[in-house]
């Protein structure tokens, strides 16, 4: 399976600003009553986007910056901290990533979330705390604004200012060598995964 | 060496390392549900993959079965769709699917240990962040995305890095009205939602020993709410006693064997932990939240906090949650109108929930003003607590008796909030919009408290209403 080496994601951004927003702000749960994932793009952040009466509410998704982010279907998301925490599902980051983003920068990660996206090939990239706040002002106060997330050199920049970047390595080496889903490597060696079976009783039937 | 539990399941199950430094980990039991795997089954069919361990995957369906409408064609065809998908994709593959019509289906995180498929020393992943559930085994058991049930399916393994360990340790007995969700919702409020990033929680102590199998499956439930990938209690007698018999437990001599092996994976005396956190038993009371994370908590008998008392980080998520929840900083929760009290989910839809509950209901009535389901969290645990009555308990009170499923602990059914409304609930998240109302207010609590939420109409001591 050949896939795309993500070393570097240079996009209009918009901040999407606060912490422990949790998957079910991202994408509620009656948005999973579904097979596939299609069609998740439209619905992220749906109840914070829209108001109890069915009206758009003034949101960092309904702007026109975030408008050209889908229409591009390339962006950077910033965000807070502890980003993506409560459940497993994959919608959440399908979500973001059919909106149109492509890189997400934060402060930390919830790690299924932080995987999820990995296995899309979305990078997640954390900022130190007066970093994140730096950059967020600056996204907010020119949202669209080009973010420059280099997963290869761990930095992001933004307006002639350049912070240091971190993500897990093996996250990095996955994306920037462009083997970011780990199914290749997973079927790579049946004998050795056959072994390991074999060596357990409640597997192997002992 | 001296060797965690998670140590030494992890070395069992390790498969080799791979190129980007991570650990190939064979995944010896897959759990699967509605909402997680249809995608899966469809990347494996695209990619022209199998499943490569059909007998060590395990269906049911739980997220989207309706609790009040038991014949199909359900009202909802997208749910009919799902549940339809799964029996063709298990069908398919040669999974054996615990269906609603078996007497067997449930919430997948009570369907393992009540089936005897949930062992210690095994690793378990299961496309739902709950799944550390099974770590009150003494397994290690992983919440994990469709990618990577797809992952499962098609080679048994998951390409992880190791975790660090935590110990949380409890000691001493817990105070009459306090029970183990109580327990957990003080370790989140304490070491934060955040807090276990990084980190496989393993829960000891003499509070610990003295629970049930069914306790500490409640509190490893909430391992995810504190950030905690997955949590585990050291197996012990009471484990074993547990698993003996069920359908999947080992038999004849094949059950001593098992004994001895999982006894020899615990946690060995004087292994490393990367971090020790201790609490008293003694210091933790009935515990509620009142924001819109699962650390947003305080004892029944306090204040909520001031926001000036709040660090900057937590400040601005307590404004945010105040808003939400229509409440007020430095006033006390109690006394808060309940408009709705939900018993069930993974969390406390068990057995022991369902009696300890009825306990105290029996003989009283839920308050006029509020609407309350119990929603036990399997068919067999249904089954069982109509066997004793329990449902004539809760009917007679005022509650509505449904049928098993996660219900409104996240509302993928019909179960859902209306408006604004307030729910005392037994489930395991408050966050905005969780129990299908965008403007829904939930608050966290024991099942107890939950009869004591039902019967006065408010946020209430159950201690002081049961007289405990």
New interface residues.
């Given amino acids: 399976m050949s896939l795309a080496k993500i070393t570097l994601v240079r996009a209009s951004a918009v901040a999407v600003p606060g912490d422990d927003i949790d998957t079910d702000r991202i994408i509620p749960a009656r948005f999973l009553r579904c097979v596939t994932f299609d069609g998740l793009g439209e619905h992220a952040f749906r109840d914070e986007r829209t108001g109890p009466d069915g009206k758009e509410r003034a949101h960092p998704l309904n702007t026109p910056e975030a408008a050209a982010v889908s229409k591009a279907k390339k962006g950077v998301m910033v965000v807070g901290f502890n980003f993506g925490c409560g459940s497993s599902r994959e919608h959440a980051p399908q979500s973001i990533w059919r909106f149109g983003f492509t890189a997400i920068v934060g402060g930390s990660f919830a790690e299924i979330f932080f995987g999820n996206s990995t296995a899309l090939g979305v990078p997640c990239l954390s900022l130190s705390k007066d970093d994140l706040a730096e950059l967020t002002a600056l996204v907010q106060k020119q949202p669209g604004v080009e973010v420059t997330v280099d997963v290869e050199g761990l930095k992001v920049s933004c307006e002639g200012r350049s912070w240091k970047a971190t993500i897990p390595a093996a996250a990095r080496d996955g994306l920037i060598n462009g083997k970011w889903d780990p199914i290749a490597d997973l079927l790579g060696d049946d004998g050795a995964v056959n072994k390991t079976a074999n060596g357990l009783a409640y597997v192997a039937g002992k | 060496m001296a060797k965690t539990l998670f140590q030494k399941v992890w070395d069992?199950?390790?498969?080799?390392k791979?190129?980007?430094?991570?650990t190939?980990l064979?995944i010896?039991t897959h759990l699967i549900h509605e909402?997680?795997s249809?995608?899966a089954f469809?990347m494996i069919r695209d990619?022209g993959?199998k499943v490569?361990?059909p007998q060590?995957t395990f269906a049911t369906v739980d997220?989207?079965v309706p609790t009040n409408e038991l014949r199909e064609p359900y009202s909802?065809p997208?749910?009919q769709?799902?549940i339809e998908?799964l029996r063709k994709n298990t069908k398919d593959f040669g999974i054996r699917f615990f269906d609603t019509n078996t007497g067997t289906q449930g919430i997948v995180h009570m369907v393992g240990p009540e089936q005897g498929i949930t062992?210690p020393?095994?690793t378990i992943a299961c496309?739902?962040?709950h799944?550390a559930t099974h770590g009150a085994f003494g397994a290690i058991a992983f919440?994990?995305?469709?990618?990577?049930v797809?992952?499962v399916l098609?080679?048994?393994?998951?390409?992880l890095?190791p975790l660090k360990v935590r110990r949380i340790e409890v000691n001493g007995r817990l105070a009459p009205g306090v029970y183990a969700k109580d327990v957990i919702l003080h370790i989140i409020r304490v070491l934060g939602?955040?807090g276990g990033?990084?980190y496989a929680y393993e829960y000891a102590g003499s509070t610990f020993d003295a629970f049930t199998l069914e306790e500490r499956m409640t509190v490893c439930n909430m391992s995810?709410e504190g950030?905690a990938?997955c949590g585990y209690v050291n197996p012990d007698q009471k484990t074993f006693d547990y698993i003996k018999g069920r359908p999947y437990a080992?038999k004849g001599a094949d059950w001593d064997?098992?004994v001895e092996?999982w006894k020899s994976f615990a946690s060995d005396p004087g292994c490393r932990y990367d971090d020790v956190v201790k609490f008293d038993a003694a210091d933790i009371r009935p515990t509620v939240t009142w924001g819109i994370?699962p650390g947003q908590a305080v004892f029944i008998d306090e204040k909520m906090p001031a926001l000036e008392s709040l660090n900057d980080?937590d400040r601005?998520?307590a404004a945010?949650a105040y808003q939400h929840m229509k409440l007020s900083p430095d006033t006390p929760i109690k006394g808060t109108k309940v408009d709705v009290a939900f018993l069930g989910s993974c969390t406390n839809g068990r057995i022991s929930d369902l009696r300890e509950a009825a306990k105290y209901l029996k003989g009283r009535k839920v308050s006029p003003s509020v609407k309350a389901i119990v929603v036990p969290g399997s068919q067999l645990t249904a089954i069982q607590a109509v066997k004793e009555g329990l449902d004539k308990v809760f009917t007679e009170a005022g509650f509505e008796w449904r049928g098993a499923g996660c219900s409104m602990c996240?509302?993928?059914n019909p179960d859902k909030l209306v408006?604004d409304q307030l729910c005392a609930s037994s489930s395991n998240?408050n966050?905005?919009?969780?129990q299908?109302s965008?403007?829904g207010r939930t608050v966290l609590m024991s099942p107890v408290m939950v009869v004591a939420a039902a019967i006065t109409g408010q946020v209430a001591d159950a201690r002081e209403v049961f007289k405990v």
Avoid: W
């Fill in positions: 069992a199950h390790a498969v080799r791979l190129p980007n430094g991570q190939q064979f010896g909402v997680t249809p995608q469809g990619l993959l490569k361990y060590r997220h989207i909802d997208i749910a769709e799902m998908a062992q020393g095994t496309g739902d962040s799944t919440g994990i995305g469709t990618t990577q797809r992952d098609a080679t048994q393994t998951l390409a890095s939602v955040n990033i990084g995810i950030g990938r080992p064997a098992a092996r994370t980080a601005q998520t945010d996240l509302a993928m408006g998240r966050f905005k919009g969780r299908g965008q403007t």
